[in-house]
Structure formats: C-alpha cells, structure tokens
C-alpha cells in the first residue's frame, strides 16, 4: 500500500475528502517524528503498537562487494513492536 493508497482510503473510511486525509496523515507523521526526537524518543499507540528510538552500537561490518573490513559508526534508529490486537489480525 502506498501512500496515496492510505489517504484514498483514510478519505472512504473518514467520510472526508482526500486534501483533509492527506493533512491528517502528514499531522500525523509528524507528530511521531517529533516525539522519536526527544531524548527518550518512544511513541505508544495502544492496541496498535510503540514505535521506540533505540541507539545502535558501532560495529564492524563487511563489504559485500568488495570483502573488505569496515567500521560502521553508532547511531540511532526506530523500532516498532506491534501491540496485541495488531499481532492477533495478522
């Protein structure tokens, strides 16, 4: 599904048009990417799931190309761990 997909759908399901969809779902991701910024950095949507910023330690990888060693710095990056009536319609 695409985002286009999602507003169209959103708009059927909302009874709105697609413009108001759009701006709900553009609200709506901005609001979780201004909660994942904060320093605890979690967003929980009961029933659906908690989308949760969790720091990666550096590592060393490999190449695939190439075979080399490399050094892959930390950082950031979202989790999301699907709540319980997510995981039971799937």
């Known amino acids: 599904m695409t985002k286009a997909d999602l507003v169209e759908q ?11 969809a759009n701006k709900a779902l553009n609200s709506f ?3 979780v990417k201004k909660a994942l ?8 949507l009961v ?9 990666r330690k550096a590592r060393k990888g490999v190449n695939p190309a190439t075979g080399e060693k490399i050094k ?19």
């Open 72 to 90: 892959i710095k930390a950082c950031n990056v979202v989790r999301f761990r699907p709540g319980k009536k997510l995981k039971d319609t799937i």
């Open 10 to 20: 959103m708009a059927k399901d909302a009874g709105i048009s697609k413009a108001a």
């Open 29 to 31: 991701t901005a609001c």
């Open 47 to 55: 029933g659906f799931g908690t989308f949760a910023k969790v720091r």
């Open 37 to 44: 910024k904060k320093k605890d950095g979690k967003l929980t």
